[in-house]
């Protein structure tokens, strides 16, 4: 009985059954950065669980909760809205020229929030010795500057897309 080559390429990737099963074995090098990944995400946990493991796990809780529960209706909500409102002017294609910026500033500012909003204003100042004044301006600059990048992109990709249209589509 002949045995059967799986298409693709094999000098790309091992194939080996396991369990009556193809198992991709890749490039030995990708097997072993993978491997000190998982070594490293493994060391990282014991030391963030050696100290207050249960204040972990409930941060940990409360996050997913806090996400799946508030802030994904939020912006699933946005989201619809920034797309019937492209779409009633006609132009819903674009409506991920205005995602991909807000997305972005929204995470800076999930991750900023505490700075941006001074609300740890004194135990910053007494562990960096520096002031938080300067973090919501910085923010609403990164955010301009996302947004603007973001329509420069635009307006070039449809200058080129009218270049390149026939003349009677003008």
Known sequence: ???????????????????????????????????????????????????????????????????DLVLLPLYST???????????????????WLRVPAALSLLLFLIWSPLITGAVDQSYRLAAGQSTDGYPARWLLITALLFAGSAVVLAVRLRRAAKHRPPAAH
Request: charged share 20%; glycine share 12%.
């Open 78 to 96: 946005a989201d619809r809205a920034l797309v019937r409102g492209c779409a009633a002017v006609g132009r819903r294609e674009r409506a991920h």
């Open 1 to 67: 009985m002949k045995r059967r080559v799986p298409a693709g390429n094999p000098s790309r990737t091992v194939r080996r059954r396991i369990a009556g099963r193809r198992f991709p074995v890749g490039n030995p090098l990708h097997i072993l950065l993978l491997a000190g990944s998982f070594a490293l995400a493994g060391y990282a946990a014991v030391r963030l669980l050696a100290g207050d493991w249960f204040g972990v796990a409930l941060w940990f809780v409360g996050a997913a909760l806090l996400h």
